[in-house]
């Protein structure tokens, strides 16, 4: 055996492929886990890949700051918080695959044009590479993210469960690092106190469909969360965090929604073009390619 | 050698006379090495004589630094790694956000002292944080308590 961790990895993948397009087989035992009794399989798969979505999605954005943070240690920060909702959007992807969405969790990330996309619009916007806005985004999405999934360990999905329970304790961390930061620059200079306010007032229109119940949420009591349930739960960490940090809450009318609909039915903001161009066109352009 | 069994990956072995199903459990959804930990594995038990060599991948019950063996926390710190606390069952609730509470000063395990600090939240892999000791000046990584 080599000690090249990549040969290692290539030489018991026959197809040599592991970037994209892959021979990853390994995704976690649970996702071929039966339906739930009752459940509508396609309304599953669609739960998975809203989830699934929102963490993708949210994850290439963060991906963006690598090369771009103003520390090397905020680099490695906004990478490893990739990092993990990278992976919990690979076992959401692959379960939805399994449950008839597409052909595999490669596929579903790298093959769907943007209608086909279920994440919410918050997960999607750009942050012009402002590290005020990037953290405002981070805590309001970790803070909602975390919020959904400590209900979803009880889920009747074991798939769902596990992502969970598995998630709970990375987003918990996420959630910190997020707050840590808002509190230091809302309650840091006047020039920092100005940014993180607008940074907070540029991404709050979008807090409005995060508690949206959609009709396949509605559809799945006890399987999926209704997020219109986590309001107060994210109110209330948000308050903590704006009184420490001495910002104010904003009140902004709601964005990236058309008539009442949004990433949850596939109806996206310009912003998510711009990341599906980025994050599939290596895969696009050479679909099965090999290293 | 701190083995997968010492960190609390490995959740199972079920071995006949030669096949060989082996479960293990990634620390974090993201972590990129449970590719070459399962690839290691494969090449091992095949190395060991097994015919037939599964493993397999579980997420549930979710990983916890708990599961790090007092053997494991030993090697890590002779590796110059700093352990995790242990933490024990989380309480039930809502898990509460900690605004204003300085981080946990780590033992250095170099040379003992109390006196570090964190440098960073996220150290060079998912699961540890970057400190620096203050007495003896090294940085050094701790395994961050999940």
């Given at each position: 055996m080599s000690d090249n961790v990549y040969d290692s990895l290539a030489e018991t993948h026959e197809d040599g492929q592991w970037a994209f397009g892959t021979g990853f087989e390994d995704v976690q035992e649970e996702i071929t886990a039966p339906v739930?009794?009752?459940?509508?399989?396609?309304?599953?798969?669609?739960?998975?890949?809203?989830?699934?979505?929102?963490?993708?999605?949210?994850?290439?954005?963060?991906?963006?700051?690598?090369?771009?943070?103003?520390?090397?240690?905020?680099?490695?920060?906004?990478?490893?918080?990739?990092?993990?909702?990278?992976?919990?959007?690979?076992?959401?992807?692959?379960?939805?695959?399994?449950?008839?969405?597409?052909?595999?969790?490669?596929?579903?990330?790298?093959?769907r044009a943007e209608p086909e996309f279920r994440n919410v619009a918050l997960a999607e916007i750009g942050d012009d590479l402002d590290f005020a806005r990037a953290i405002a985004r981070l805590l309001l999405f970790s803070t909602w993210r975390l919020?959904?999934?400590?209900?979803?360990?009880?889920?009747?999905?074991?798939?769902?469960?596990?992502?969970?329970?598995?998630?709970?304790?990375?987003?918990?961390?996420h959630r910190d690092h997020a707050a840590h930061w808002a509190v230091r620059l809302g309650d840091g200079t006047d020039v920092s106190h100005t940014r993180m306010q607008a940074a907070l007032d540029a991404v709050w229109p979008y807090v409005d469909e995060l508690f949206r119940?959609?009709?396949?949420?509605?559809?799945?009591?006890?399987?999926?969360?209704?997020?219109?349930?986590?309001r107060g739960a994210v109110d209330a960490v948000l308050d903590q965090v704006l009184a420490a940090a001495t910002l104010t809450r904003p009140s902004r009318p709601g964005a990236g929604t058309i008539g009442g609909r949004g990433g949850r039915q596939g109806v996206h903001?310009?912003?998510?073009?711009?990341?599906?161009?980025?994050?599939?066109?290596?895969?696009?352009?050479?679909p099965g390619a090999t290293w | 050698m701190l083995t997968l069994d010492d960190l609390g990956v490995l959740r199972d072995v079920r071995a006949s006379a030669d096949a060989v199903t082996v479960t293990i459990t990634?620390?974090?959804?993201?972590?990129?090495?449970?590719?070459?930990?399962?690839?290691?594995?494969?090449?091992?038990?095949?190395?060991?004589?097994?015919?037939?060599?599964?493993?397999?991948?579980?997420?549930?019950?979710?990983?916890s630094t708990d599961w790090i063996s007092d053997a494991g926390r030993a090697k890590?710190?002779?590796?110059?790694?700093?352990?995790?606390?242990?933490?024990g069952p989380r309480a039930a609730g809502p898990i509460p956000?900690?605004?204003?509470?300085?981080?946990?000063?780590?033992?250095?395990?170099?040379?003992?002292?109390?006196?570090?600090e964190e440098l960073s939240r996220f150290g060079p892999t998912a699961c540890t944080a970057l400190h620096r000791c203050t007495a003896c000046r090294e940085p050094f990584e701790h395994v961050k308590e999940i």
């Open positions: 739930p009794d009752g459940v509508d399989a396609a309304d599953l798969a669609q739960y998975c890949l809203m989830l699934g979505d929102d963490a993708l999605i949210c994850a290439q954005r963060l991906s963006e700051w690598v090369a771009n943070a103003p520390e090397l240690e905020e680099e490695v920060a906004l990478a490893n918080t990739a990092l993990d909702l990278l992976g919990q959007a690979r076992v959401l992807l692959a379960r939805a695959a399994h449950l008839g969405a597409g052909a595999d969790e490669d596929a579903l990330a790298f093959q919020a959904l999934l400590e209900r979803l360990v009880t889920s009747r999905d074991p798939v769902l469960a596990a992502v969970a329970g598995k998630g709970v304790k990375e987003l918990a961390y119940t959609s009709e396949v949420e509605a559809r799945l009591p006890g399987v999926a969360v209704d997020p219109a349930e986590t903001t310009e912003a998510l073009g711009h990341v599906l161009a980025e994050m599939q066109s290596l895969a696009r352009q050479h | 990634p620390t974090y959804s993201g972590c990129p090495a449970l590719e070459a930990i399962r690839d290691d594995l494969r090449a091992a038990l095949t190395d060991a004589g097994y015919r037939s060599v599964e493993v397999r991948t579980v997420l549930s019950p979710p990983w890590l710190a002779e590796h110059g790694i700093a352990p995790p606390g242990r933490i956000l900690a605004l204003g509470r300085p981080p946990a000063r780590v033992a250095c395990p170099r040379c003992g002292s109390r006196d570090t």
